[in-house]
C-alpha cells in the first residue's frame, strides 16, 4: 500500500473552484488553468469531487454513469488533459468514486425497474412488511427520513441510505463487485493516481436485516461483516498491483477497523478519513443540535487516534475541512478578522505536524470562513433542504432553524473560490451556481499571493516542512502538556529527530513552561514570528510553534 508519508492532497469542489467558460459551474478546464497554483503551493495530488455524468440531486454523489464525464464539467478529453498537465508538474489526480450506490437514473437501475433479474440482484430489493407494508428495516436515510423507498403500485422497497435517489448497491452478489471493479480499472486507464472512495465501509449489509430499536441502523452496517474481505478483493483486483494511493470515507468507524482498512499488511487501503473530530460540537452525537466544542474531547480524540493508529502501522488521512463540513475556522476557533491569520494557521500546523496525510480544501489556504447566509433560499444542498423541513415540523422557529442551518450547512463550504475581490470573486463571468459571500473583500487568492506573510505561505511552508523532516512523516508521537485545558501538543520522534509541537486554542496570553532540552532546539515554525524560546514562554493567542532538535 503506497502511504506516500510526505505528500500532501488538496481537495477541489469543482462546481465551484474555477469556471473556465461562463456557464456559472466550476469545470475540468478551470482546474487545470489554474495548475500553476497548485504548483506554488507544493501539493501533489487533487482529489477531483465527482464528475460523472449525474442528475446532480446530491451534488454529483448519485452516479448514472460511472465512467463518463458530466458536460457540466467538461469532456472526457478535458479530463485526460487535466491528469497529462497535472502529471507534467509532478502533481497527481485523485478521483473520488461512490461505490456504495447509484443514482436511481442509472442504466442498472432502470433496469431492474423495468424488471431485468439480473439487475434487481445488483440492490436491495424487499417486500414490505404486514398488512400495512412498512419497510423491511426501521432504519433512517443519513439525510433524514426512511432508508427505504417504496416502489410505485408494489408492495416492494429499495434501500438508500442516503438520498432516495441514491439506491444502495448489492456487494453480495459477485457480479456488482465485478462491474464496479471494471470501473476503477477504467479510470486507472486514463491515468489517475489515487482513488477517495465514498461512504465505503457501509458497503457490507449484514446478512439478515433487522430493526434498530436503538439507533439508526447504522451500528449493522457500519464496518459491516464482509467489510475486509471485499475491500481485498478490490485491492487485488484494481488499484494493488498498481501501488496506487487509496483512501477510504469511513463513517462513524473504530479505530481497530481504521488500523485494518490502512495497515499495509492487509493489503486494503492506504488511510481513511473518519469523523469523530468534527462531532465534539453536536449535541447528544446529533449534527442538527448547536453545543460548544468540547476542547477536552477533541484533544482526546487526537492523541488516541495518533497514539492508536501508529501502535497498530495505520494510517490517517489528517483535515479539518472538506465539502461535507462548515469552515473548521470559525468552528474551533474565531474566525474574526483580527484573528484570522493567527487561527487558519494553527488549525492547519495543528493536523500538518501529525502522523498521517494531510489534506486541505480549497480555500483553507487563504482562510475561508463561513458566509453565515441567513435566509434559506441561499441554500440547495439536499441534506440541508430535508433538515430544514424536519426542524420546522419539530417545532423550531424560523429563527432558531436558521440558526443551525448557519453552522451547520454543508453549503457553508460549497460556495465559490475566492480568486479576487472583484465580480463573483472571480469564479466566474457569469451567473455563479451559489451565493457568492462577501468576505471575497479581504479573504481571496489574489491578495493573498501578494502578501508574503498570508496564510497561503504558511500553508506552503508546512508542505515543504513535510517533505523535508522525515520525523513529521514518521515520527512516533506521543502526547505532551496535556494538563493544559487549551492546548494541544505532542511530541514527534524518529532515530535522528525529536520535533515539539505546541498549538494553543485560547484567546487570552498564556504562560507554559518548556522541557530545558528543547531550549537548544531551533523554532522550526511560528505564526507570531517567535524567534527565540526560553524555558517560559508566554503564548499569543492562538499560537503555533514547533521546535526541532536533532539528536
Ligand atoms: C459522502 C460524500 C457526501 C455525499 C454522501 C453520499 O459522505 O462526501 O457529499 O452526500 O457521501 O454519497
Redesign the pocket.
Known sequence: MERMAEKTIYQIYLRSFYDSNGDGFGDIPGITAKLDYFEKLGVDMLWL?PFYPSPQH??G??ISDYTGVDPRFGTMTDFEELVHEAKKRSIGIMI?L?L??TSTDHIWFQKALAGDSKYRDFYYFKKGRGKNCLPPTNWTS??GGPAWERLPNSDEYYMH???VT?ADLNWENPEVREALYQVVRFWIDKGVEGFRL??LNVISKPDTLQDDFIGDGRRFYTDGPHIHEYLKELNTKTFGPEHLLTVG?M?STSIASSIRYSNPAEKELSMVFHFHHLKVDYKDGEKWRLDQVRFGELKELFHTWQVEMTRGNGWDALFWN???QPRALGRFTSDKEEYHYAAATLLASTIHLMRGTPYLYMGEEIGMINPRFSTIESYSD??TINHYKLLQQEGLSEQETMAIIMERS?DNSRIPMQWTSGKNAGFTTGTPLYPVSDSKAWINVEAALKDKSSIFYFYQRLIELRKKHRVIQTGNYTPFLLEEDRIISYLREDETDSLLAVHYYGEEEHEITLPEVFLNGKILISNVGRDQIGKRITLKPYETLAILLTK
Open positions: 469531487n446530491d451534488n454523489y448519485d473520488d461512490v456504495n450506490h443519513k439525510f441510505l442516503y438520498d441514491q465514498d461512504v470515507e463513517s472538506n465539502h461535507d439536499i441534506e454543508r
